[in-house]
T-cell receptor, first 113, second 120 residues
Framework: RKEVEQDPGPFNVPEGATVAFNCTYS??????FFWYRQDCRKEPKLLMS???SGNEDGRFTAQLNRASQYISLLIRDSKLSDSATYLC??????????????FGQGTTLQVKP | GAVVSQHPSWVICKSGTSVKIECRSL??????MFWYRQFPKQSLMLMAT?????????EQGVEKDKFLINHASLTLSTLTVTSAHPEDSSFYIC????????????????FGEGSRLTVL
């Protein structure tokens, strides 16, 4: 079983749609969780951290369910510029400044006009 | 935010040659840098953790004699792919954490632009 699993997609949605990505992780000791965005042939960039209480940043909402070891990302009112691969990232045990970051395969989103 | 620069962006080499990739933190000191490899349509795989002034820690299955890592200063880590073969063709990305502050505590990594290696 992969340490971090995501549905690779692709998710093809029209502009303005709401889309949700899910991610599961296997290590119950994981401490920190993130969503990164990666554009084609580019480096990943942090989209947002994921907190236990859930957090929102504009059109993006991230949620964490520790009991189910499940993380989600919701994108509302999709824009063409949201087209990218979204990587679920888990800090694999230890504190956030010592554990390794484990990346999921990524979920590809294509927003169409 | 913090800036990490990686060089070269692209490299094509013949089988059997060695290739060096540099990773620099431009506006902060990076005591720890990480080297990842990403094959097409796959996730980033951590290869090794590079600590300034000490030996790198390699992940299981990564040959330390093939992928030489040097982290001689707080702003520079290098990855040398020795005797490269076509199966080493990949996207190599470095990343760094700062030494203190918000970024360290949140665990955010700052990535270089990546180096695409093609071995003929």
């Amino acid at each position: 079983r992969k340490e971090v699993e995501q549905d690779p997609g692709p998710f093809n949605v029209p502009e303005g749609a709401t889309v949700a990505f899910n991610c599961t992780y296997s290590n119950s000791a994981s401490q920190s969780f993130f969503w990164y965005r990666q554009d084609c042939r580019k480096e990943p960039k942090l989209l947002m951290s994921v907190y236990s209480s859930g957090n929102e940043d504009g059109r993006f909402t991230a949620q964490l369910n520790r009991a189910s070891q499940y993380i989600s990302l919701l994108i509302r009112d999709s824009k063409l510029s949201d087209s990218a691969t979204y990587l679920c990232v888990v800090n694999n045990g230890g504190s956030s400044n010592t554990g390794k970051l484990i990346f999921g395969q990524g979920t590809t989103l294509q927003v169409k006009p | 935010g913090a800036v990490v620069s990686q060089h070269p962006s692209w490299v094509i080499c013949k089988s059997g040659t060695s290739v060096k990739i540099e990773c620099r933190s431009l506006d902060f000191q990076a005591t720890t840098m990480f080297w990842y490899r990403q094959f097409p349509k796959q996730s980033l795989m951590l290869m090794a953790t590079s600590n300034e002034g000490s030996k790198a820690t390699y992940e299981q299955g990564v040959e330390k004699d093939k992928f030489l890592i040097n982290h001689a200063s707080l702003t520079l880590s290098t990855l040398t792919v020795t005797s490269a073969h076509p199966e080493d063709s990949s996207f190599y990305i470095c990343s760094a954490r700062g030494t203190s502050g918000r970024d360290w505590n949140t665990g955010e990594l700052f990535f270089g632009e990546g180096s695409r290696l093609t071995v003929l």
